[in-house]
């Protein structure tokens, strides 16, 4: 049987990577870029739970208001798929540690500052619980909870590398979507509607992130092992140090592809209306 000698055209290969999430990603890069945002791509993040390095699709800087304005976005591509959360009426509870912001705020403060972010605004739609649906049945939704999860270690690493730098700075984990969204409610009867944003509350409780009760010093650590090694426990321990100052509570935005310019005016016009004035920076060392 003679060999097929078949070569792929560059029509082959762009309707392969269509049925892949890249070109949803490197469109997402592209909008932020547009936006004046600095875009790093295909950023690697250590999973204290899996003891092992994973990538996060998007890390996404700004500096506005003189904050650094970090977002950690992982992006979801799916042709057929609808993602759907279950939202409780009256308005869910909000509470001042889902503004994930360093170094930290005296609350007092930080009420003062930040109270007309949009992630403190209990008329914004915050889910409890969500469901992926296919056509008429319910698929699996696994991926949103990996989304979950992958963008929270990831903003936890982030701020861990960022940790010594003296500057005011503020981590919105978001998760996009292509796809569309919708939130789920029930008063008299059941209400769906399509909304494109919705928030999502997610606990990251992990004995793999609290900090050890006994750290070993950089110093004695520097003489025990190779280099590479004490540069990963470095690492470690400003990601237990950024955990410890977060707490466990995250409060993660869902965006469809629609609706990111939207979301990029409208956080940019919030965080420019900060005060700042109470926002104090650590003193340098040393003089």
Known sequence: MAKSNQRHTTKDICDFLNKTGFPFEMKMAKLLKQKKWEVEQGQTFIDLEENKKREIDIVAQKNINNILVNLVAECKSSQIDSWIFVVPTGGASRFYMDVKHSPKIPLKERKQSMDHLSILNFKEPLATN??????????????????????????LYHAGKQYSEEKRRLYFPIVLFSGPIFSATYKKSLSVTKVNYIQYRFEHESDAYKADKEPTPFEDLFLKVDYFDFVKKAEIHLVKSAFGEFGHQYLVEFISESKLRWYLNRLESEIQKINTEHWKLPQKSGG
């Open 130 to 155: 969500f469901i992926v649906s296919n056509g008429d049945k319910k698929s699996d939704s696994t991926p949103i909870f990996d989304a979950l999860n992958k963008v929270v270690k990831a903003t």
